[in-house]
């Protein structure tokens, strides 16, 4: 069984940056994808963005785009996600996920999850 151990989380003011890790407990497979989602109080659960491990795509929700970036570490089967210029709508349970084979959206196709890392901006 894969775990997913995220770190990172925390609270900052308006314009400032953190950077999430998520660490997965063993290898998952030669093609997968790995992806933070995040969920506001009262809100559903929405994909952020995506990588891919077999040819490195990455995917951003357009609320993010230019302000956060993906990356990974096959070696160390860990995802970074670098926010910056953070807003206050940014501030929800941040999740990573995972799964064999490519990429999607949708959280149901997700077979692994993490805990939950926290982001609070403030304004």
């Known amino acids: 069984q894969v775990q997913l151990v995220e770190s990172g989380g925390g609270s900052v003011q308006a314009g400032g940056s953190l950077r999430l890790s998520c660490a997965a407990s063993t290898y998952i497979s030669s093609r997968n994808c790995m992806g933070w989602f995040r969920q506001a109080p009262g809100k559903e659960r929405e994909a952020v963005a995506h990588?891919?491990?077999?040819?490195?795509?990455?995917w951003y929700d357009e609320s993010v785009k230019g302000r956060f970036t993906i990356s990974g570490d096959n070696a160390k089967n860990t995802v970074y996600l670098q926010m910056n210029s953070l807003k206050p709508a940014d501030t929800a349970m941040y999740y990573c996920a995972a799964r064999s084979g490519g990429c999607m959206l949708q959280t149901e196709y997700y077979n692994f999850w993490g805990q939950g890392t926290q982001v609070t901006v403030s304004s």
């Open positions: 990588i891919s491990s077999s040819d490195g795509y990455t």
